[in-house]
């Protein structure tokens, strides 16, 4: 599976969008995006998946450049309850479904 | 749907004792999966398994064994605690797409 890489911290206000970026350089055709997020103790929560196309459901927005090689998780209207890790994987479907390979993440705090 | 259950929720071992953290999903996923988080850091996998009866290791799985003898059960077993595991642990269950995770057994070896 392809390495991924994220900013250490972001910041965001309550309210307004949060954009996460990845840089998933070295990604390959048959390899999905995934990101989790993790609050504070808890296991980590699936939030989105994609392949090439941007995808959308209740709770976020994923979009994937054309090139593949970076993505952005879009939170649409931050509340504080979505202060976690976030992370990004990469994934082939061809990897065994009981297995993910999780970087250090991107701690989002969101400020009231 | 209870999703992915984990006994206990802390523990706390001595150097060398042995136990068993337990982890049951009611989802019927063929897959689940154990990993350990350390201090800031992210997830590390343990052992893994496909269905019942299969079982494989991951990353990191010195000191841990694995068996699957139901869909529905995944246990993890500590042969002989070391400090080194102190940690939290986490059991997923999953589809081929997404994962579910319990909410995690906190360990302190003294």
């Known amino acids: 599976d392809a390495k991924t890489t994220q900013p250490t911290s972001m910041d965001c206000a309550e309210g307004r969008a949060a954009n996460l970026p990845c840089n998933h350089s070295?990604?390959?055709?048959?390899?999905?995006v995934y990101w989790y997020r993790q609050i504070h103790s808890q296991g980590p929560q699936y939030i989105i998946h994609?392949?090439?196309n941007n995808e959308t459901n209740e709770m976020a927005s994923l979009i994937i450049t054309e090139d593949r090689k970076s993505s952005t998780l879009i939170l649409p209207h931050a509340t504080l309850r979505d202060t976690a890790v976030y992370y990004c994987?990469?994934?082939?479907?061809?990897?065994?479904?009981?297995?993910?390979?999780f970087g250090e993440g991107t701690q989002l705090t969101v400020n009231p | 749907n209870a999703g992915v259950t984990q006994t206990p929720k802390f523990q706390v071992l001595k150097t060398g004792q042995s136990m068993t953290l337990q982890c049951a999903q009611d989802?019927?996923?063929?897959?689940m999966s154990w990993y350990r988080q350390d201090p800031g850091m992210g997830l590390r996998l343990i052992h893994y398994?496909?269905?019942?009866?299969?079982?494989d290791q991951g990353e990191v799985p010195n000191g841990y064994n694995v068996s699957r003898s139901t869909t529905e059960d995944f246990p993890l077993r500590l042969l002989s605690a070391a400090p080194s595991q102190t940690s939290v642990y986490f059991c997923?269950?999953?589809?081929?797409?997404?994962?579910?995770f319990g909410p995690g057994t906190r360990l302190t070896v003294l």
């Open positions: 994987i990469v994934r082939s479907l061809e990897t065994s479904g009981s297995r993910l390979t």
């Open positions: 989802m019927n996923h063929e897959y």
């Open positions: 997923a269950s999953s589809t081929r797409d997404t994962q579910y």
């Open positions: 994609g392949l090439k």
């Open positions: 070295t990604i390959s055709g048959n390899e999905y």
């Open positions: 398994s496909v269905g019942a009866g299969i079982t």
